[in-house]
């Protein structure tokens, strides 16, 4: 393709464009604090909660997980489990690092179908957990096209308070800040 003079500023203007129009997703995928950039580099494993219908929070369950170079947490389940049927449904995720006390967050959750982002889960639970490397839970591309896993990603949105427990059967937080002081008022 040639480009000429007379086109070279509609391709700029093109180009500023759909930068501003990329902006926004970078921001919103760029939410993880560095407090939790640091704790989820240390933690072996993340506690996750989803919202059941009623609004309430589920009881939260260790899983492994790996993080993405943009500080995206991802982990793999069962299509049949709670969690994923609740992601499925566009539930948030509430996640604690390390402990169940640890430091938490709250984030936007789904499942992926992106085959980047599923090879970069079968390649790196190996490297993190023992147990996958010698092939105990092992996520693996035969899974992943059987539907017999699924892949989830979590996108944090914000940090929850200091000592943010998991109380199931509670009301869950809101996803962000402006839905939470909207609905109180």
């Known amino acids: 393709m040639k480009i000429s003079a007379a086109n070279?500023?509609?391709?700029?203007?093109?180009?500023?464009?759909?930068?501003?129009?990329?902006?926004?997703a970078a921001i919103a995928n760029a939410a993880t604090s560095p407090r939790d950039t640091e704790a989820l580099a240390k933690a072996t494993y993340i506690y996750i909660a989803?919202?059941?219908?009623?609004?309430?929070?589920?009881?939260?369950?260790?899983?492994?997980?790996?993080?993405?170079?943009d500080h995206q947490v991802l982990i793999e389940t069962s299509p049949t489990s709670w969690k994923a049927k609740r992601i499925k449904r566009g539930s948030p995720a509430m996640i604690w690092i390390g402990a169940?006390?640890?430091p938490a967050f709250i984030g936007k959750a789904e499942i992926v179908s992106d085959k980047k982002l599923q090879e970069l889960l079968i390649?790196?639970?190996?490297?993190?957990?023992?147990?996958?490397?010698?092939?105990?839970?092992?996520?693996?591309r035969a899974k992943l096209d059987s539907g017999q896993i699924v892949v989830i990603r979590i996108s944090p949105a914000r940090d929850l308070p200091d000592g943010f427990q998991s109380a199931p059967g509670t009301p869950a937080p809101a996803l962000d800040e402006k839905t939470k002081s909207a609905s109180t008022h």
């Open 8 to 24: 070279l500023p509609h391709l700029i203007a093109t180009a500023a464009i759909l930068a501003a129009i990329a902006a926004p």
């Open 50 to 69: 989803t919202v059941r219908k009623d609004g309430n929070q589920s009881k939260a369950a260790p899983v492994w997980f790996i993080t993405t170079a």
């Open 100 to 102: 169940r006390t640890g």
């Open 123 to 140: 390649a790196e639970y190996p490297k993190k957990y023992l147990l996958a490397r010698i092939g105990f839970a092992r996520p693996s």
